[in-house]
């Protein structure tokens, strides 16, 4: 029952000291040959039945993905990449195959145990942000450290500095409604981030933005790339995709094609810093 | 998620649609006061048929005497004088439950004043009588032992008796009437009693000393024999039945009765009766309680109908929370302590809104005011109950939904 204390402690300051001194790609690439995966599918498959129809949404992928990765997954609607999200967030469980994340294999536990994993390991970000009406964006994110049973004063003060990483240390008073769309998912990532997860799951992050907030927020997912966090992005636009270093293309329930890339960095071109202001 | 969090979190969401929560919370509010006002209206109600008893002495007793047997023709009890003056005080004397005896001795006789006259009951008797029968004195004192040994002519008249002779509010100690042709001086005059409870009128009498009565009214004496029945007051109310059996015991041995030959008496207790009267009230009060239990069950399930809605209207809530790492049982809990909370809550002001309730209609029929703590701790407890068992359902409801299905839900 310790396996949510697993993740060694990363020292968040020191890292986005490095973040900024650039040449990242290579020592990234060094990390992804060593490490034993974060994420690994072996032959996973999804089959729904609804009365006599048979829908099968997932036909045996093959998906590792590595510590440190940015990866973004693309396909159309019914391609099978919202399933595939569910299995990798632990929400659902595959039919077929096996699905290890960190090294534990996700079907051998229970309903506590999936939920100890989505509290301890892995942080949600959704296109319609979901946060809490009605509540404050300090309680929004002292969310997951209620669930696990950090005391309050330390919960309020991690929270408070997950607010400011995200750069709405202005904002913690603020309900949900008095916040901009682009505010809104910066919270739900600061929720996403607070109880310090290994592995970020974003389902079409940008999907009720802007293009100018969504580069704000693929910039901030590049960010947390940089220091050390793993990424799993869920996006149908090439254009967010390009921000990642790793494509993966979902088609009929199958892994198309995974094409690592370099990734274009995430800074608003002046034009469009001049038609947004 | 500790104990604390979730009742902060189930206080925000009940505070965040404070209108629908106290409706909810009505159902319950109103069947915790309703236990609480039936009960007190029960138990003043049995109260007030406890004075009315009390008035006329619960730890008394009667002995009639035996019943006459002409020629096959049964005279019923108190038709044959059986008890004699040494009966009276053996009884007086010997047994360890009981206070105080008295012998009554009645005659429908003419009272004369000097310029009114007024029929009325003459009952002959002791000084214990008025203690006995819980007669207190309005004016001047009732005659004494030494008046009785005596046989002196001394006489305490009934307010009714005062009021048809003298006029109403008179004072009329010191004063001389006849009755048969006897001058008898008017030593004190007694409170008024009202009504018994098969409408005759207490205050309809004048005391004399049963020495007198029997040397002035009745007509012929039997000797040893007493003509009337006699009154015996028990040490307590509880010791009642322990009086009414040294008395029997008493009696049939002075009297020689042999194992297995009846009775030549009949003691009765009024507690007897008091009893009857206890039980019917006893039955409404619980009436009208299990009446108001329905209606508490009723607001039960109007926080189930409300938390059921309320679960659906915050599926999408469940779901990010399930998302974010709640486990199945903070879910549970969550909404658990909620209903509870509610039910708690409307049982705290439906244990007020009874308190007062009982007040006012206690002022109203000058009950003594009865609410028992024991009937507030069940009707909380109860309603505690209530939440919880209409809670679960919906509770669990919550805690199985799906969270894929709650984080898409609309």
């Not at chain 2, 207790?269 to 009267?277: C, D, K, M, P």
Request: charged share 20%; with cysteine.
């Amino acid at each position: 029952m310790h396996e949510g204390r697993e993740a060694p402690p990363r020292g968040e300051s020191r890292d986005i000291g490095r973040a900024f001194q650039g040449g990242e790609e290579n020592r990234a690439m060094d990390v992804v040959r060593e490490a034993p995966p974060l994420v690994e599918l072996r032959g996973v498959s999804k089959v729904y039945r609804t009365g006599d129809v048979e829908v099968r949404a997932l036909r045996g992928v093959d998906l590792s993905v590595q510590p440190g990765e940015l990866v973004a997954i693309m396909g159309t609607s019914g391609s099978g990449k919202s399933t595939l999200m569910n299995i990798l967030g632990c929400l659902d469980k595959p039919t077929a195959g096996e699905y290890l994340l960190d090294g534990r294999n996700v079907a051998r536990l229970d309903r506590d145990g999936l939920a100890r994993v989505r509290n301890r390991t892995l942080g949600f970000v959704f296109q319609s942000f979901n946060l809490l009406a009605r509540t404050t964006a300090l309680e929004n994110v002292e969310l997951p450290l209620l669930y696990a049973g950090v005391p309050t004063r330390e919960r309020q003060l991690r929270a408070r500095a997950a607010l400011e990483r995200v750069g709405l240390g202005e904002r913690l008073e603020h309900h949900p409604k008095q916040l901009s769309g682009g505010q809104q998912q910066r919270v739900a990532i600061a929720r996403a981030l607070v109880g310090r997860p290994r592995l970020i799951l974003a389902d079409e992050p940008t999907g009720n933005l802007d293009s100018r907030t969504s580069v704000e927020v693929m910039s901030l997912f590049q960010e947390l790339q940089r220091e050390g966090l793993t990424l799993v992005v869920v996006t149908h636009e090439p254009d967010i995709a390009a921000y990642a270093g790793r494509v993966v293309v979902v088609r009929d329930g199958r892994i198309v094609a995974d094409r690592r890339q370099v990734p274009q960095a995430a800074v608003l071109l002046p034009e469009e810093e001049e038609a947004a202001s | 998620m500790n104990l604390l969090e979730t009742l902060r979190l189930a206080a925000r969401a009940l505070l965040r649609s404070k209108t629908r929560s106290v409706l909810t919370a009505l159902g319950i509010i109103i069947g915790v006061g309703a236990v609480i006002a039936m009960v007190a209206i029960g138990d003043g109600a049995r109260a007030s048929v406890q004075k009315v008893f009390d008035s006329m002495g619960t730890n008394l007793l009667i002995i009639l005497p035996g019943s006459s047997n002409a020629g096959g023709a049964r005279g019923g009890f108190g038709s044959q004088p059986t008890l004699t003056w040494d009966d009276l005080a053996a009884i007086r004397t010997e047994l360890p439950a009981v206070r105080a005896a008295a012998p009554e001795l009645r005659s429908n006789t003419q009272v004369f004043s000097d310029d009114q006259n007024w029929t009325t009951t003459v009952v002959g008797t002791t000084p214990d009588f008025f203690d006995v029968r819980s007669w207190t004195l309005a004016k001047g004192a009732a005659f004494t032992e030494p008046d009785n040994e005596a046989g002196a002519k001394v006489v305490v008249l009934g307010q009714t008796v005062v009021d048809n002779l003298y006029g109403a509010g008179a004072n009329p100690v010191g004063q001389v009437v006849r009755i048969n042709k006897t001058p008898f001086t008017v030593v004190g005059v007694t409170a008024r009693k009202g009504q018994s409870p098969n409408g005759q009128d207490y205050d309809n009498t004048a005391f004399i000393p049963s020495t007198s009565f029997l040397r002035s009214v009745q007509a012929q004496s039997l000797g040893a024999y007493i003509s009337g029945v006699v009154f015996v007051q028990a040490v307590s109310s509880s010791q009642t039945e322990q009086a009414q059996s040294e008395v029997t015991q008493l009696l049939r041995e002075r009297h020689r009765l042999a194992e297995g030959e009846a009775n030549d008496f009949d003691v009765r207790s009024l507690a007897e009766l008091a009893n009857g009267q206890q039980q019917s009230t006893q039955t409404l009060s619980l009436l009208l309680a299990s009446i108001a239990a329905v209606s508490l069950v009723v607001g039960g399930i109007g926080i189930m109908n409300i938390m059921l809605v309320s679960v659906t209207e915050r599926t999408r809530e469940i779901g990010v929370r399930v998302a974010l790492g709640a486990r199945p049982r903070d879910i549970l809990a969550q909404f658990l302590v909620e209903a509870l909370t509610l039910s708690m809550l409307g049982g705290l002001l439906g244990a007020a809104a009874g308190v007062g309730v009982a007040k006012v209609l206690a002022a109203q029929f000058q009950w003594p005011m009865l609410v028992r703590p024991d009937v507030v701790v069940l009707a909380l407890g109860f309603s505690a109950l209530v939440g919880v068992g209409f809670g679960l359902y919906p509770a669990r409801k919550a805690s199985l939904l799906d969270p894929i299905d709650a984080l898409r839900y609309e």
